[in-house]
């Protein structure tokens, strides 16, 4: 499947980032739109799946199909550009800086929540026949998401939110080890394959990703869950964000730079 080694790949993590620091603001924004529009259609279709099976795992086996489409398109994920885009800062590429930096975080947090609140919006109208019947077995449940993992949390206090923000740090370490296998090899079932494995152990195991929060939560509020915006903000979004960025950098795009660009020097073998 055309597999690169680490060295090959992770030379073009720092490229993807360098580029995406220089791109303009109208494709950050529209690349980034539409990849908070198919996550949050996976969500919703992973949701439908496992309540229609019976079986979390074949939702969770199946979510994938989102991740791989928007990244074979091209589009971004703010948990992709918070491994990606740094590297290219912290490999001292010239123009890049930290402002930069931050202007491309914000563009494409604007970008993913725009698409994911339009899929929250099309999503509750179509279960609901324009808000003039209930949601549904399925509407009701990602309803209840909302509720639960905000609420649920603020009920522990500090240690919820601390709860949260590792859950987001594990979720980013899985999702930016399916951004990084998308450069793993040259070929369409190579790459897809690599960002399948991650991505499932992800969703399976219920950590926090803050673009599918950002579809989830919306939808919720719209639905009537109870809970206000500031619980969704303070008790999920904010750590999720937060633990997505120190988990997908420390654990993946810094481990991965550290140990196969700036590297230790070797023993030459005669």
Sequence with gaps: MSYLVPTEFVTKMVDAGESKVYMSTKD???????????????????ITVSMKTGSPLVGAMLFPVGFIMLYLMGFD???GVFVL???????????VTLNQVLRNWGLVFLGNLGGALLVAFMISFILTYGYSIEPGEVGEK??????????????????????????????????????????????????????????????????EH???NMFLFPFSMIMGGDFTLSDYVIW?????VLGNLVGGLAFTGLTLYATHIKTGAKRKLN
């Design 210 to 212: 803050s673009i599918v």
């Design 85 to 95: 885009v740094p590297l290219a800062l912290l490999d001292k590429r010239p123009g």
């Design 236 to 240: 999920n979004e904010i750590p999720t």
């Design 142 to 207: 990602i309803a209840s998401i909302g509720e639960s993992r905000t609420l649920g949390y603020k009920e522990h206090g500090i240690a919820g939110w601390f709860t949260i923000f590792i859950r987001g740090m594990l979720c980013n370490w899985m999702v930016s080890m399916g951004v990084v296998g998308a450069m793993i090899s040259t070929s369409v079932s190579g790459k897809a394959i690599a960002m399948w494995m991650p991505i499932m152990l992800f969703f399976f195991m219920g950590f």
């Design 28 to 46: 950050t924004l529209i690349r980034a739109f539409m990849a908070g529009a198919i996550l949050g259609l996976a969500a919703a279709f992973a």
């Design 77 to 79: 994920l703010l948990t």
